[in-house]
């Protein structure tokens, strides 16, 4: 990430504001990216980048006249470009933003838009997965970035059935410990639907059911989830677990899910050169 962000973001488009720790996030992503990208060039014919959730293109950190690249920009901006990516995000101005912010900054990369919710449009978006075959081999990255807990296992379910690897941001902390009462004793089926399943709650009642632990439980819990999909185990201290610079308040877990040890090995590379130092310089 440059010091000081990208100016360029301030471009007069819808730019969100996100908080300072978000660098992080972003930091962490964009060294994935780039090591996925390029270490899987030659492995695959061709090597596709799927985001859920994509956001404007850029966002600005509260207060300040910081810039920052949101996760698509940052995965077209990488030195071996992906062959085709598939942006899908709910909120049509946020999304005509990221079209013309794409325009400028990597008007030759093949990129398809997807404007709806992500678990809606789930078909769309697999149709738009290419084809493999014995001489095309095609392999994904795909990135969930919510904004709560929110995920849909379904919608992960279906693009599992893919040869894909997931970098997923699991939220749990803003909505673990807010509605926490509503989720465990509750109607509430946000978090069934988030795990795949409803055994969580016994499994939750058996180990004692201390409040302080529930987020740590779901991060977890969708790690076990993704095991019955032939993921690979990625216990919490394989999580990049991120903090607010506020409070110091846990907010998240950032994860990856592959079924290939090497995307671990990737993934480890980041996890030792993340820190949380805010405008680190790859
Ligand atoms: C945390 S932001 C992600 C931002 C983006 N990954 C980035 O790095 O800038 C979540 C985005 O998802 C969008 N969104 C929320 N629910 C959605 C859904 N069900 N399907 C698609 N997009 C959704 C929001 O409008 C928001 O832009």
């Given at each position: 990430m440059e010091p000081g962000g990208f100016p360029e973001g301030n471009d007069g488009l819808p730019c969100p504001e996100v908080r300072r720790w978000a660098e992080t996030k972003y930091r962490l992503i964009g060294l994935y990216d780039k090591l996925f990208a390029t270490g899987m060039k030659k492995k695959w014919d061709q090597r596709v980048y799927i985001d859920?959730?994509?956001?404007?293109?850029y966002s600005r950190i509260a207060g300040t006249n910081t810039f920052l690249k949101g996760s698509p920009l940052i995965a077209l901006t990488v030195e071996d470009p992906f062959d085709k990516y598939i942006f899908c995000e709910e909120d049509p101005e946020l999304l005509q933003a990221l079209r013309t912010r794409v325009k400028r900054i990597a008007p030759m990369a093949n990129v398809v838009y997807i404007q709806g919710d992500c678990d809606a449009e789930i078909d769309k978006i697999c149709a738009e997965i290419p084809k493999a075959s014995a001489n095309n081999k095609v392999l994904s990255l795909c990135m969930v970035d919510p904004?709560?807990?929110?995920?849909?296992f379904e919608t992960i379910r279906r693009l599992s059935k893919y040869f894909m690897d997931f970098l997923v941001l699991l939220a749990v902390g803003m909505d673990a410990g807010r509605n926490y009462d509503h989720y465990v004793?509750?109607?509430?089926?946000k978090i069934d639907e988030a795990l795949g399943n409803t055994a969580w709650r016994d499994r939750w009642r058996a180990i004692g059911t201390r409040k302080g632990e529930f987020r740590q439980f779901l991060a977890t819990e969708f790690s076990s989830s993704m095991e019955s999909l032939q993921y690979l185990k990625s216990p919490l201290d394989r999580m990049k677990q991120v903090r607010s610079d506020?409070?110091?308040?846990?907010l998240y877990y950032l994860a990856l899910f592959s079924r290939h040890v090497r995307a671990y090995e990737f993934w480890d590379d980041v996890l030792k050169y993340s820190t949380d130092q805010t405008g680190f310089n790859w």
């Open positions: 859920l959730y994509s956001g404007a293109g904004f709560d807990f929110g995920i849909k004793d509750g109607n509430s089926t506020e409070k110091n308040l846990h």
